[in-house]
């Protein structure tokens, strides 16, 4: 089910880190080094892979951005606010 613009909002407030809208939600990480930083992606694949749900990932030397959007449902539902919380929790 996707999720409105109000309950986007709601989320992203224990969730500040991230930003977006009813299409998507991003949010980049600057690792300490660029090993660090696929490091964390390959934790990231596991949690993605496990819960079957995979975020689009762009990485850029240390910087990794990560966006989630369900596409199969056109836009943000709670399987994208779950694997951002996932995803916070991996680079703490």
């Not at 500040?16 to 949010?27: H, K, N, Q, Y």
Request: proline share 3%; net charge negative.
């Amino acid at each position: 089910m996707l999720l409105d613009a109000a309950a986007i909002a709601a989320a992203l407030e224990d969730l500040p880190e991230w930003s977006g809208d009813t299409d998507a939600i991003s949010r980049t990480v600057e690792a300490a080094s660029f090993p660090a930083a696929i490091a964390l992606v390959n934790a990231v694949a596991e949690a993605a892979e496990a819960a079957d749900h995979h975020p689009d990932i762009d990485i850029r030397w240390r910087t990794v951005t990560f966006v989630l959007s369900t596409h199969s449902a056109g836009g943000v539902t709670s399987k994208d606010i779950a694997m951002a919380a996932k995803i916070n929790e991996l680079t703490s």
